[in-house]
Nanobody, 122 residues
Framework: QVQLVESGGGLVQPGGSLRLSCVTS????????MGWFRQAPGKEREFVAA????????TYADSVKGRFTISRDNAKNTAYLQMNSLKPEDTAVYYCAAARWLTIRPVDYDYWGQGTQVTLSA
């Protein structure tokens, strides 16, 4: 059974940085795209970033472009989301997910983590 477990969330001041990690266990999702999504209270889950298996193709939401970087270490079955210049509107639960192709639609992702909270302090 595949499990995705996120970590690295927390409380940070505006302008600060955090790095989220997502470890996959159960089996190696060889060839899968890894994506990050987020969901703020009262809002729909939204796409943040995705990276293909080889790392050649990457896509970002316009709201995070230039501030967030998605990466992955396939040997460690781990994906990362480096978040810099954080803003109050980045407050949300962040989820990692795995899909068979590069897509921004949550419905296309087969596996999901439980989420990690990121909160920007006032």
């Amino acid at each position: 059974q595949v499990q995705l477990v996120e970590s690295g969330g927390g409380l940070v001041q505006p302008g600060g940085s955090l790095r989220l990690s997502c470890v996959t266990s159960g089996r190696t999702l060889s060839g899968y795209v890894m994506g990050w999504f987020r969901q703020a209270p009262g809002k729909e889950r939204e796409f943040v970033a995705a990276r293909d298996w080889s790392g050649v193709e990457t896509t970002y939401a316009d709201s995070v472009k230039g501030r967030f970087t998605i990466s992955r270490d396939n040997a460690k079955n781990t994906a990362y989301l480096q978040m810099n210049s954080l803003k109050p509107e980045d407050t949300a639960v962040y989820y990692c997910a795995a899909a068979r192709w590069l897509t921004i639609r949550p419905v296309d992702y087969d596996y999901w983590g439980q989420g990690t909270q990121v909160t920007l302090s006032a």
